[in-house]
């Protein structure tokens, strides 16, 4: 059974609702985020199961794959990635436009996982900021979801002007992207 999702905080009456321009564009964000799958291993398996007929993340507004950053407003990281993918994986992250959000999924994506070597990065969030961490190895298609879906909350709440506020420059800044 569908539900459909709850309207913004506003003001309803007979033939019309008002709400502020905040909540109406992060609701509409919310349930259009179309993710780029940046998978190198076992977790991108997990995710083709998460795309799949018996989870299908479409129901949550990201049927859409897009295998472009510039069409794409979430990256998903999932699995092992080296130092020397680093680079490529922070060249894809700002190609994407604003606002864009950031998935790592699995231990691998998130702190380096069981290859604690010279060769794999300890974690995506040396080279790029993450929004949500989604534990597991690999990670089951509900967690996927969930991490999809704690997306879609911080989307909602976000303010349209996040994104100039002085602390997400210094963050991006702390990363030495412009």
Known sequence: M????????????????A???DSAIGLA????IWPLPFATSCCGIEFMATMGAHYDLGRFGSERLSFSPRQADLLMVMGTISKKM????????????EPRWVIAVGACASSGGIFDTYSVLQGIDKVIPVDVYVPGCPPRPEQIIEGVMKIQELVKTESLRRRDLPE??????SYGIK
Do not use: C, D, W
């Open 2 to 17: 569908s539900t459909i999702s709850p309207p913004p905080p506003g003001v309803e009456g007979q033939g019309f609702f």
């Open 168 to 173: 997400y420059q210094e963050l991006l800044k």
């Open 19 to 21: 709400t502020s321009l």
């Open 86 to 97: 680093g680079p490529i994986l922070r060249h894809v992250y700002e190609q994407m436009a």
């Open 29 to 32: 964000r919310a349930n259009s």
